[in-house]
């Protein structure tokens, strides 16, 4: 996909002058590219076609009921939807399961009999893109499509347009998930940066008069302690979430559990864990360190569990203890850096050639430029030391979920090889492969995160992530079971766990006919009790792709 030529001039349009041999541009600066000026067009209005409703009266019958709040699955029931709210969900007797059942005094009924109804997922680490990359439409329904109704953006893109798509999708007038915007102390205030405890306090000030949700810290500055110490009670008393990606620039004056006692919210990727945990006097950073040059600051990540306390050791319960207390989120996007520990797979998922624009494909190449794109000569033994690395990492977040801490989901999809909506099914995978069962992955990826977003709004109860009478219609419908257990099964015919949720489909051999068959994907997605045809979300999506190709003559 793609082609040197349009390589070079995406990189031109996209990022920042070379210093050395290596981008000066930075994340943050990359995302601001990314989201685009803020004059851009504001996207069209959903069609008709696009999804229907909300409805008065909407039912979705006959499903099995998987309600996200660990409870085993229940059903079949049928699912009473007024105004956008559930207000029934009831048994159905085995008497009444005919399709020729008396009919509903509905104004939409939508038929889930044999298929498995889930709460809307959350994706709690989301970048829309924006040109020259993808449009943002583009991940909109790349979400939609794999059940996720509800994103945090961190930033999503510039705060002008996260704040008109968010009240834009809050009235349901285009194709997006609900959006809660946080952003990067600074943004978009136009007085400079913050680089004062006096100016995070004003920023976060300014920031919630201007539709801001939350904030995400990461740059070394930002992590200062006296500025840390401002933005995060600010926040709070504000009422307003905060996330840390809490990078190698500003690590050592705080990692997770110094943010932690400050109040943080969540902690995202790994960053911070590992920092809190090296052991005294072993030093982190190799002599030849550069932070700008991405091969060596991802490649060396994988060392770091060779430096820490022993694993599940006195040190390591104690760090995880005090978080429990705290009451800090984990959220660890274990997707995103799936590349490093077998890239070859990663470049060649199925789903690329279909379904990943050649302008994000261009996006993923290996580059000094473009962020994320480090793959630059990356071999057998750096990918064995990721390998080692991801069983420390699953170590951390099972013995947390364990111990009663909230783990979460999230993808931040648009980097290394990770198109949107697929990354966030993988997410679900990679939970399940850090020994979450699947009904605590299904929690962590709806109702965990429902509570991360609502809880610093003073919402102990969110109107999403879960089903159940007074919660809004977000709600998955697909037609294998994400939860079913091989062993059920010799022959797997609903063993395909969440692998069936990609778009792409589950491949599985049927043994009567002997022949290959392409099962599962999300058949729908209810937000806000409008419904949305997933594979039709899908085809649009593809249509896209084409079209980009053939402008290219590249199809």
């Known amino acids: 996909m793609g082609n040197g030529v349009t390589r070079r001039r995406f990189l031109e349009a996209g990022t920042a002058a070379m210093v050395g041999t290596y981008a000066a541009l930075t994340p943050d600066a990359a995302r601001a590219e990314e989201a685009g000026a803020s004059t851009r067009q504001p996207l069209a209005e959903r069609a008709p076609e696009e999804g229907t409703g909300p409805f008065h009266k909407l039912v979705i019958r006959g499903g099995t009921l998987i309600d996200g709040t660990g409870a085993a699955p229940r059903g079949p029931v049928d699912i009473v939807v007024v105004n956008q709210r559930i207000t029934q969900i009831k048994q159905v007797n085995e008497r009444d399961l005919p399709k020729d059942r008396p009919p509903f005094d509905a104004d939409h009924v939508v038929d889930a009999t044999g298929m498995f109804v889930m709460p809307g997922f959350v ?18 329904k790349l979400w939609l499509a794999h059940g996720v109704t509800t994103v945090r953006g961190v930033a999503l893109a510039s705060n002008d347009i996260s704040v008109r ?20 102390p600074g943004n978009a205030w136009g007085k ?11 920023w976060v000030r300014w920031a919630k008069d201007h539709g801001v949700d939350g904030i995400k810290i990461r740059s070394g500055a930002h992590m200062r302690p006296d ?33 932690a006692r400050l109040g943080l919210g969540t902690v995202t990727h790994f960053y911070g864990h590992f920092e809190s945990l090296v052991r005294p006097g072993v030093k982190l950073f190799p002599s030849d360190y550069d932070y700008r040059n991405e091969q060596v600051r991802f490649s060396q990540v994988a060392d770091w569990v060779n430096k820490i306390y022993p694993v599940r050791g006195q040190e390591w319960h104690a760090y995880l203890r005090e978080h429990l207390d705290l009451g800090t989120v984990f959220d660890p996007t274990f997707n995103i850096y799936v590349a490093s520990r077998d890239v070859t797979r990663m470049r060649g998922a199925e789903w690329h050639d279909k379904y990943t624009l050649p302008s994000l494909w261009d996006f993923f190449q290996p ?14 033994e750096v990918e064995t030391a990721w390998k080692d690395f991801y069983q420390v990492w699953f170590k951390l977040m099972k013995d947390y979920h364990d111990m009663g801490g ?44 429902a509570k991360t977003l609502y809880e610093p709004l003073g919402i102990d109860n969110p109107p999403i992530g879960s089903v159940e009478p007074g919660k809004l219609a977000d709600l998955v419908i697909a037609p294998e079971d994400p939860t079913a257990d091989l062993t059920l099964d010799p022959w797997g015919r609903r063993g395909g766990g969440f692998k069936a949720l990609y778009g792409t489909g589950h491949q599985r051999l049927n ?12 058949r729908w997605t209810i937000k806000d009790g409008v419904v949305y045809d997933a594979r039709r979300l899908l085809e649009d999506v593809a249509v896209e792709v084409e079209k980009q190709k053939a402008e290219r003559g590249s199809s």
């Not at 909230?406 to 939970?431: H, K, N, P, V």
């Open 123 to 140: 994706d709690l680490h989301v970048h829309a893109g924006g040109p020259p990359k993808n449009p943002e439409t583009y991940a909109y």
């Open 165 to 184: 798509d968010k009240e834009r999708s809050e009235r349901n007038e285009i194709v997006a998930p609900r959006i809660f915007n946080y952003q990067h």
């Open 192 to 202: 400079g940066p913050v680089n004062s405890a006096q100016s995070a306090r004003e």
């Open 227 to 259: 500025i840390m110490a401002a933005l995060l009670p600010e926040a709070k008393k504000l009422k307003m979430g905060t996330v840390a990606h809490l990078d190698q620039t500003g690590v050592e004056q705080m990692n997770a559990i110094d943010a």
């Open 367 to 380: 580059s000094t430029a473009a962020h994320g794109s480090y793959y630059w000569d990356w071999g057998t």
């Open 406 to 449: 909230r783990i979460t989901t999230g993808s931040d999809s648009g980097f290394i090889y990770q198109t949107y909506g697929f990354a966030y099914i993988m997410e679900l995978e990679m939970l399940r492969e850090a020994g979450l069962t699947p009904l605590e992955v299904i929690t962590a990826a709806t109702l965990n995160g």
């Open 511 to 522: 043994p009567q006919t002997g022949q290959i068959e392409r099962v599962g994907g999300i």
